[in-house]
Nanobody, 123 residues
Framework: QVQLVESGGGLVQAGGSLRLSCAAS????????KGWFRQVPGKEHEFVAA????????YYADSVKGRFTISRDNAKNTVYLQMNSLKPEDTAVYYC????????????????WGQGTQVSVSS
């Protein structure tokens, strides 16, 4: 069983930065691919970024490429999302996910989810 807890969300002005953290419990955490999704009210979950268990491969949505960086520290059972040059359209609830069984880009592929953390970017 894997439990995921996000932190680091908040309110920031456009152009600013935030770093999200996702702390995990569960003995198999280090072998899972990890990811971040986001959701705004009335819309589906949107893929943001993912990282393989070794950290050797990362994947990003086109909308965040060059601005966001995903990383992980398996010793701390934590995955991070560094968000720079934030835009108002980045405003959403951000969710940490683990253990995809299919396409990493699809919400339904992921087996474990955190409760989410709100990120709000003002113009």
């Amino acid at each position: 069983q894997v439990q995921l807890v996000e932190s680091g969300g908040g309110l920031v002005q456009a152009g600013g930065s935030l770093r999200l953290s996702c702390a995990a419990s569960g003995r198999t955490f280090s072998t899972y691919t990890k990811g971040w999704f986001r959701q705004v009210p009335g819309k589906e979950h949107e893929f943001v970024a993912a990282i393989t268990w070794t950290g050797g491969r990362t994947y990003y949505a086109d909308s965040v490429k060059g601005r966001f960086t995903i990383s992980r520290d398996n010793a701390k059972n934590t995955v991070y999302l560094q968000m720079n040059s934030l835009k108002p359209e980045d405003t959403a609830v951000y969710y940490c996910a683990a253990g995809p069984s299919g396409s990493i880009y699809q919400y339904g592929s992921w087996g474990h989810w955190g409760q989410g953390t709100q990120v709000s970017v003002s113009s």
